[in-house]
């Protein structure tokens, strides 16, 4: 599950980019509403890209 945008309150989509130069996929998540987005991570370079992705969106930091 994917938790909203922690810019705008969003909802957040998976999304995939295609290299055809590099011949790799990308995997990331970006916001519907102000495409905010989360690292890239590129398929061929890990065992679950897209869960990687969530992960990286999905994390927040506590600012005291």
Do not use: I
Request: with cysteine; hydrophobic share 30%; charged share 25%.
């Amino acid at each position: 599950m994917l938790k909203r945008c922690p810019f705008c309150g969003g909802e957040a989509e998976e999304c995939a980019t295609y290299h055809p130069a590099g011949n790799c996929t990308e995997k990331y998540v970006r916001c519907t509403v102000c495409e905010a987005q989360s690292n890239g991570f590129l398929k061929e370079m890990y065992t679950d890209a897209n869960l990687e992705a969530k992960k990286a969106w999905n994390r927040r930091v506590t600012v005291f």
